[in-house]
Structures are given as C-alpha cells and as structure tokens.
C-alpha cells in the first residue's frame, strides 16, 4: 500500500525506521527487510549510521535484491546544519551513496549552533540550555530545502515534529509544499486535531513513534508504551494478531504512515503483515478513547529545554 504524496510521488505506507539500530546488526536487519518486502527506510543524519545503511544499499542494488527506484529513502536536516541545508543534503547523499532521496525532512523546528556539516552535534550553553540559533528562521531554512528541489536532489521535502501553528506557516511561506509532517503518535499520543489538519491541507502525516516507543524510549525517556495496555491486548488476541500489528494497522486506518524500528529479525517480519486484517469501526473507536496525550520521545531530557513547551 502506498500513498500519493502532494508533490506526486508515492510513498509506501509501511516503512522501517533505522533510529539506533546497531551499526554491526544493520547489515542483516535492511536486508532481510528487503527481502519481507520493505521498500520504505527512514534514515536521519542524527542516528549516526546513514554510512552503514549506504553500504547496505550498496551492496543491494549491485547484487539485484532490490533497484534504486523501487525503494523510499528518507533523511532529514539536523538543527546544527539549518544554515547549512544543501552542504548537509549532500553529505547525507554521499554516506547513503545515492544520487538523490526521495523524501527530506527539516528534523526539528529549530535552529542550533553549528558545529560542522554532518557533525550532528546539540551544543550546549554553559547554563546547560540548547545553544539555540535565533538568526535562522524556518522560512529560511524552508526555503532552501526547496532549492534542493530544484538542483534536483531529493524529489519531495518534507517537515517533522511540528505543531499546528508551525505547520500552517510553513505552508503560507512555502512555494513548495511540505509532503509530509512526521510525528510522533500513537494511541496514548494521538494528537487527533494536527492529524486533521496536516491531512485536510494535503501533507502526509508519518508516524515516527507508530508504536509509543516500546523498549527503546523506554531505556531513553523513562516512557511506557502502549504496547502493554491490557484493552489493547484484548483487541490483539480477537483478530489473532500481535499488539504491535494491531497498533500499526490502527495508524494505518488513519491514514498515516507507520515507520517501526525493531532490532529483532521475528519482529521485522510482523511489522509487515498488517495488510491481511482491518480493524473494525468499534475497535477503531475503543482505541480512540484510550488517548492520554503521553508523549514518550523526550529530547528535553538531553537539551535542557522542552522545544514542544
């Protein structure tokens, strides 16, 4: 299953994230996610391994398991390089050895003190604050990734982690459209209203968190995952499925695209097998009203700042 973006280009509605997925398990993971079915990666110069994933792509393309074409390649522009948006395109471009992406995230909504194309870096003030950029404004930044449009190096771009209001204005500044907003949400962090209002004005909303971040923010934030909610298990085990199928097919029938990261090869495989059920109308409206409006993805605990206040 696919979704036509607004700038015309399809994008797989199932995708895998490669967020701190092990550099020396990264190999086998993509491949064997490959060979499932996976044509959908979501990669970002912050998770420090987008060279690991190119030599992977690499190595896939050359020995035929899959073509540049049919695959989705996302990455996105860290804070650090928000003056920086084609010199950074193109170091990411050269890790992943590619000659263009098909999707181009601005990461945050917010600028950072640059410390280096690629670099990646989140400095830090002595008072322990984000060292937050005040001369760059989004626009600015909005309007160069649409250069990259232009030159030809990623086919459409996109936003992430923006709320209503920055979401707006960047489509009243835009030339080019944001394709799509990716978010965290899921049923304990629905966020029902920006979903509405980035699909009533044609951008895409992708999952980043599709799964309320299970074992990994778990470890990171100190959050809980819905994965564990006792009615959720309930709905698993009427259609047979795992918690995790049914949580993805919900946000699938919301029209969102979903982007799990597993590190567990049994796990990659149930991620995808999501397309053989629908969840019906009552099941869609009992998850509803578990919403507790839990974010579990929380930079604020490294940045000394909460960028979402």
């Not at 970002?44 to 049919?70: C, P, Q, S």
Request: overall charge neutral.
């Amino acid at each position: 299953m696919e979704i036509t973006l607004n700038s015309g280009y399809k994008m797989p509605i199932v995708g895998l994230g490669v967020w701190r997925m092990e550099k020396e398990g990264i190999r086998d993971l993509i491949t064997n996610a490959i060979k499932i079915g996976y044509r959908h990666l979501d990669c970002a110069a912050d998770y420090k391994n987008e060279a690991e994933v190119g030599e992977v792509l690499t190595e896939a393309f050359k020995t035929g398991l899959v073509k540049r074409e049919e695959l989705f390649i996302t990455t996105k522009l860290w804070n650090s390089d928000h003056g920086h948006v084609v010199e950074a395109c193109k170091d990411s471009l050269k890790k992943l050895q590619l000659d263009y992406l098909d999707l181009f995230l601005v990461h945050f909504p917010v600028a950072t003190k640059h410390t280096g194309v690629g670099t990646t870096d989140s400095a830090m003030g002595e008072d322990g604050v984000l060292d937050i950029d005040t001369t760059i404004s989004l626009e600015t930044t909005w309007h160069d990734m649409e250069t990259l449009v232009s030159m030809g190096l990623v086919r459409s771009i996109g936003i992430s982690n923006y709320d209503v209001f920055l979401t707006r204005d960047c489509l009243a500044y835009s030339k080019i459209k944001p394709a799509v907003n990716q978010i965290e949400t899921h049923p304990y962090f629905q966020r029902d209203s920006l979903v509405k209002f980035c699909q009533k004005h044609g951008v895409c909303v992708t999952a980043h968190t599709p799964l309320g971040g299970a074992t990994a923010n778990a470890e990171l934030f100190g959050t809980v995952s819905c994965l564990d909610d006792p009615a959720l298990k309930q709905v698993a085990d009427k259609y047979k499925k795992t918690v995790a199928q049914v949580v993805l097919r919900w946000g699938i029938q919301r029209n969102t695209v979903v982007i799990p990261k597993t590190s567990k090869p049994e796990r990659l495989g149930q991620n995808f097998q999501v397309f053989d059920f629908e969840l019906k109308k009552e099941d869609m409206e009992l998850i509803k009203t578990m919403d507790r409006k839990y974010r579990t993805n929380q930079p604020a605990k490294f940045w000394g700042i909460d960028l979402y206040a």
